[in-house]
């Protein structure tokens, strides 16, 4: 069973940073689809920035190109997902994702107010 351990969320003023981090319990080396995804109150689920390891792509939702970066530390298991520049509505719970199997993390709630 695959465990993803979510951290790095909090309150931030608007055109903050922060820097999720996301743990796996398993070798994230040869995993096809890993990344972030969120979950604001009242919307769904909607995907912010994935590898896709198989394409050697990474996808990034419209609203947050340019000031998102997404990377990861195979050596950790880790992924990581830089945020800059965040915006009110930027608000909401990120989830980590894997594909193989489909795992979801518990969530970090990323709160973006003055």
């Known amino acids: 069973q695959v465990q993803l351990v979510e951290s790095g969320g909090g309150l931030v003023q608007p055109g903050g940073s922060l820097r999720l981090s996301c743990a796996a319990s398993?070798?994230?080396?040869?995993?096809?689809?890993m990344g972030w995804y969120r979950q604001a109150p009242g919307k769904q689920r909607e995907s912010v920035a994935l590898?896709?390891?198989?394409?050697?792509?990474?996808i990034y939702a419209d609203s947050v190109l340019g000031r998102f970066t997404i990377s990861r530390d195979n050596s950790k298991n880790t992924v990581y997902l830089q945020m800059n520049s965040l915006k009110s509505e930027d608000t909401a719970v990120y989830y980590c994702?894997?594909?193989?199997?489909?795992?979801w993390g518990q969530g970090t709630q990323v709160t973006v107010s003055s």
């Open positions: 994702f894997v594909n193989e199997p489909p795992t």
């Open positions: 398993i070798s994230i080396f040869n995993i096809n689809v």
């Open positions: 590898f896709i390891t198989s394409g050697g792509t990474t």
